[in-house]
């Protein structure tokens, strides 16, 4: 994983992960209501967290730890990163993540995406940038339209969750939509 400056938002700021923050990727993604809007389905152990994480470190992925500042230093509330890079087609694929829930809809999601979006299409020169999102999961749903996210289409009853099929929405972003307001 090449070591990448971290990049700043109006609120947060994302930099490279550590191995350090293994243990709170574990604690989020074995917290039901963090997992329910991933694509990851089952617990995890602290072991295949470390594992995935050695992974990232030859991948060609960048995932970022997303912080906020307090008092005593960065608080890590979410992880952020660009997937499956294709730069022939100059795109990526992109998921989120606030695994801290007291941090829930106070808009860091927002902004850490306007902060990746702009890393993608200034420093790395994107072209696109895409996403899923379960039909239930509204509250990222509106984040990724006010980031400038197009819905472009929709994989009928393509996710079980909570004894029912749900939607999956595709949406995507070219560099000439993304919005900083």
């Not at 730890?65 to 979410?78: A, Q």
Request: net charge negative.
């Amino acid at each position: 994983m090449a070591q990448i400056d971290m990049l700043y938002g109006d609120s947060v700021r994302l930099r490279a992960i550590e191995r350090t923050d293994v243990p709170t990727f574990t604690r989020w993604f074995n917290d039901p209501q963090v997992r329910r809007t991933l694509l990851m389905t089952d617990p995890i152990s602290e072991d295949e967290e470390h594992r995935w994480f050695e992974k990232q470190l030859e991948s060609p992925d960048k995932i970022f730890g997303i912080e906020l500042p307090t008092p005593e230093g960065w608080l890590l509330v979410g992880n952020i990163g660009l997937l499956e890079l294709n730069w022939k087609d100059r795109s990526a694929k992109t998921g989120i993540v606030i695994g801290e829930k007291d941090q829930w809809g106070k808009g860091h999601g927002r902004d850490a995406m306007r902060t990746l979006a702009r890393y993608a299409f200034e420093e790395l020169n994107l072209h696109r940038i895409e996403l899923e999102v379960f039909d239930y999961n509204e509250r990222a749903a509106r984040c990724y339209e006010t980031c400038g996210f197009v819905r472009e289409g929709t994989r009928r009853q393509a996710h079980f969750a909570d004894g029912a099929y749900h939607d999956v929405h595709m949406m995507g972003i070219l560099a000439e939509e993304r919005t900083e307001g």
